[in-house]
């Protein structure tokens, strides 16, 4: 009952404001200064007066743009992994438990803010902002990582029988807060519907977060880490089958990432790659993370 009261009360509020637009229009038509009377010629030129207002350029995804616009602000879907100084993803079998599954290793960002900075003829401009960064790094074998280590450690996991534990979801996931400083060049400042874009520059990154996160089947057994030589290192239970560790495992607290965006209309093709290392130095091996996506939604 509360429910249908406030329809019809939402109704009737919606109808009052279309009567009162629909005056305001009637006033201010010119159909009205020649007096004419009511009847369905009347009636279609009422109809033209109530949209003579309207414009497909008030749309933001149609609206003329008198100055430079940059194309940082939206949302983006990427693939990421890493790569060593040889742009090599046959990792060192010194840490095997980097083997990583690129498939479904995601990337969102979440850029809400965009300052842009005209610098010729509303074409080549300066764009800068803010975002938020999640990178997922999806694990192949199953290991655990190890965050209270003087380096980064990761063990075999093993049941009480000895067996091998088959983990369903085994990630390390990582949130940065991303400052861009591009420089864009753009063939149609005014009409971001028929205008190709490129953009250079890097993203200043700041690590506010990290985690690994491991799914098992049963969350009432015993496991054991095991090291390469088969040794049993420790014994763990886990109470839910989602398991969540937060902590830093040597990851570097700051990053800087080349990046490249191509495009044209609102479609945005995005790349980058980390100028600096994704662990501390001497503290876990020596790699850089890239990433690769479209940008869903821009602004």
């Given at each position: 009952m509360k429910t249908i009261l406030k329809v019809t009360a939402l109704f009737s509020l919606l109808l009052l404001l279309s009567l009162n637009t629909n005056a305001q229009h009637n006033k201010k038509c010119p159909f009205h200064k020649h007096g004419w009377s009511k009847g369905d010629s009347t009636q279609m030129h009422d109809f033209s007066c109530a949209m003579e207002d309207f414009n497909m350029e008030d749309f933001p995804f149609?609206?003329?743009?008198?100055?430079?616009?940059?194309?940082?602000?939206?949302?983006?879907?990427?693939?990421?992994?890493?790569?060593?100084?040889?742009?090599?993803?046959?990792?060192?079998?010194?840490?095997?438990?980097?083997?990583?599954?690129?498939?479904?290793?995601?990337?969102?960002?979440?850029?809400?803010?965009?300052?842009?900075?005209?610098?010729?003829?509303?074409?080549?401009?300066?764009t800068t902002g803010l975002g938020f960064q999640i990178s997922n790094y999806y694990f192949t074998d199953d290991y655990i990582l190890i965050k209270d280590s003087a380096s980064l450690t990761a063990y075999k996991v093993q049941d009480a029988n000895g067996n091998p534990v088959d983990l369903k979801v085994n990630k390390l996931v990582v949130s940065t807060l991303n400052l861009p400083l591009f420089f864009e060049y753009q063939t149609n400042p005014y009409r971001r519907l028929s205008s190709f874009h490129v953009t250079v520059g890097v993203i200043a990154g700041l690590r506010i977060g990290s985690y690994t996160k491991q799914v098992y089947d049963d969350k009432d057994g015993s496991y054991y880490l095991v090291d390469s030589k088969g040794n049993k290192i420790a014994t763990y239970s886990v109470e839910h089958h989602d398991v969540r560790d937060r902590g830093a495992y040597h990851l570097s607290p700051f990053k800087l990432d080349a990046a490249f965006r191509i495009g044209w209309s609102h479609l945005n093709l995005f790349g980058t790659y980390s100028l600096t290392q994704m662990f501390q130095k001497n503290q876990g091996p020596e790699l850089y993370p890239f990433t690769v996506g479209i940008t869903l939604l821009g602004w």
């Open positions: 149609c609206k003329n743009k008198n100055k430079f616009n940059g194309h940082w602000a939206g949302i983006d879907l990427g693939i990421g992994g890493y790569v060593t100084p040889d742009f090599n993803m046959n990792f060192n079998p010194g840490y095997p438990y980097m083997n990583l599954n690129t498939a479904r290793s995601l990337t969102v960002n979440i850029n809400p803010f965009e300052l842009n900075l005209n610098l010729v003829k509303n074409k080549l401009g300066f």
